[in-house]
């Protein structure tokens, strides 16, 4: 409850700074934090996902609002985009579109919940500092902070150092760790308020209001102006609750299911439209204020968005007291967790390989320096690249030699041998990018005499290509004119409907097809044996 309740606390301040930060009024923030809270963490399977409103999904929000035209003071328009948004995200994942994000690469994913992490660090530079940047880029932010040391303010610093140094301390002491967050909050705003004196709380960005979420209605007449609108905003807090399932375990050692984790958010979306809330989705910095303090179930988002209500409405100007600038050392605190977090992706992905280190390094850039959902796009066209690369890669010809009853491997040899028949293997999807270093290492046949050639196909050629099939057909018909017998083994039924659709099976010879069994090797020894029965006809025909 205690990590709930710190959730709760902080979606205060930081709700309220992002709605400001989109336009919107300040308690629409708050009751982004109760009802869809509450839903989200119920039903997602990332158990400690937070699912609230964050700074990424308000700008956009505020660029949908102004590009359709409306007011985002217009409280129906604002239940509208939320339920929209919510309607896209409950049929993606009823569609198992979550699917998709398992072709993210680890490396894409580092890029992007890194730069996220980042954002967040750059987000609280003037809560921390009191001293605001005047860049638009995320890197840019901090760099020009750290220039501009000497324009800090002494007593936000000190303030935001405090809360730093109190959160370190009661992180030592084993049976204060959990509560570590709680404390550093309760002791730090105390003594801010007691020796700073004039210092920015969060009753400054507005008055906390003492009352629960209002009930609100969509406009029905707004719908077709936001539809591609929210489904841009969906993308983007979608985008983001990948990360955090890609960043936060569950710590019950279950699986993430991202379509579940979508439709999850979707039920969030269209439950807070009702009640005040903006479009929301998982929070990673809210995410990382839970875990920070403690949470190891989903009852704590639950409590989170519980605690929010009460405290709302049994003491919101209380709550209004707490100073922005130890809201900016938690956060910093939890930015740095997060940064942490990551270095052991970081560190594999640079050593993997060089285009792994480029891919991750190309998503952190997108990602800090331009808008999120075109980060998004980009780091789904690097995976593409990158699967598209590796696959490439993963195809190659080796050689079966029996020896006895039994078959090893060895290099596939650059020119077939004469007067025997040669076994090869080969390991691939039959993607159309393989086929050139396939047909690379196809063996030549030119000058060869009495030789036959047998191909397992067995467990390849999952999604053969047209490529595929224009390389076996030239090849097949290169072998014929030299006298060479092409046997192929192992082969699914798929494979040969395909053979047999597009003429190949005609030019291979139907018999020469021999179909993939439940004994493995089986189809080895089937091809081998016609290749044999190929051989004596072509030296009984010689003779």
Not at 212 to 227: E, G, H, I, N
Not at 260 to 279: M, S, V
Not at 308 to 329: N, R, W
Not at 498 to 526: H, Q
């Amino acid at each position: 409850m205690s990590s709930g309740f710190v959730t709760g606390l902080f979606s205060i301040p930081e709700g309220m700074a992002y709605a400001s930060i989109g336009g919107f009024a300040a308690p629409l923030g708050l009751w982004s934090g109760v009802v869809p809270t509450i839903v989200g963490s119920m039903l997602a399977r990332t158990v400690l996902m937070v699912t609230t409103l964050t700074s990424a999904i308000a700008l956009s929000s505020q660029s949908v609002m102004a590009a359709a035209g409306l007011d985002p003071g217009d409280i129906g328009a604002v239940a509208t985009l939320a339920v929209l948004v919510g309607l896209i995200m409950l049929g993606m994942g009823l569609l198992r579109m979550g699917s998709v994000m398992a072709f993210v690469s680890t490396a894409v994913m580092t890029g992007f919940t890194t730069g996220i992490a980042v954002q967040i660090l750059a987000g609280v530079v003037n809560d921390a500092t009191g001293y605001s940047p005047a860049s638009s880029n995320t890197v840019g932010k901090l760099v020009e902070a750290v220039a501009h040391v000497g324009d800090w303010d002494v007593p936000t610093v000190a303030v935001a150092g405090a809360t730093v140094g109190v959160w370190f301390a009661a992180r030592q002491v084993r049976r204060l760790r959990a509560l570590a967050t709680l404390v550093a909050l309760i002791v730090a705003s105390v003594a801010a308020f007691l020796v700073a004196g004039d210092i920015e709380t969060v009753a400054d960005i507005a008055a906390v209001p003492r009352s629960l979420p209002p009930f609100t209605l969509p406009d029905l007449s707004d719908f077709p102006a936001l539809v591609t609108g929210a489904l841009a905003v969906a993308l983007v807090a979608l985008a983001q609750a990948a990360g955090i399932s890609a960043a936060v375990a569950n710590p019950d050692g279950s699986r993430s299911d991202a379509s579940k984790d979508f439709a999850a958010q979707g039920a969030a979306n269209l439950a807070g439209g009702f009640f005040g809330a903006l479009p929301t989705g998982g929070s990673l910095s809210r995410t990382g204020v839970a875990t920070s303090a403690g949470a190891r179930t989903r009852w704590s988002g639950i409590f989170a968005g519980l605690s929010l209500g009460l405290i709302v409405l049994l003491v919101g100007p209380v709550a209004g007291e707490i100073p922005m600038a130890v809201i900016g050392g938690l956060m910093l605190i939890i930015g740095a967790e997060i940064v942490e977090g990551r270095l052991a992706d970081i560190r594999l992905v640079a050593r993997t390989s060089t285009a792994s280190l480029a891919a991750m390094v190309a998503t952190f850039v997108a990602t800090t320096a331009l808008p999120l959902q075109q980060a998004i796009f980009i780091g789904a066209a690097l995976s593409i690249v990158l699967t598209a690369v590796q696959n490439s890669r993963a195809g190659e010809l080796v050689e079966l030699v029996r020896e006895g009853d039994r078959w090893h491997v060895d290099d596939a040899p650059a020119t077939l041998p004469s007067h025997r028949t040669t076994v090869l293997h080969y390991s691939g999807h039959g993607f159309f990018a393989e086929i050139g270093r396939l047909d690379e290492e196809w063996p030549e046949t030119a000058g060869v005499s009495d030789a036959a050639l047998v191909v397992s196909a067995r467990g390849s050629f999952g999604v053969p290509s047209a490529t595929f099939l224009k390389m076996l057909g030239r090849r097949a018909n290169e072998m014929s004119e030299d006298g060479v017998a092409l046997v192929i083994c192992g082969v699914p039924p798929r494979l040969r409907d395909l053979l047999e659709r597009t003429g190949a099976l005609t030019t291979l010879g139907p018999d020469n097809v021999i179909a993939a069994t439940g004994t493995l090797m089986e189809s080895v020894e089937r091809g081998f044996a016609r290749a044999e029965e190929l051989r004596a006809g072509m030296r009984a025909r010689e003779e």
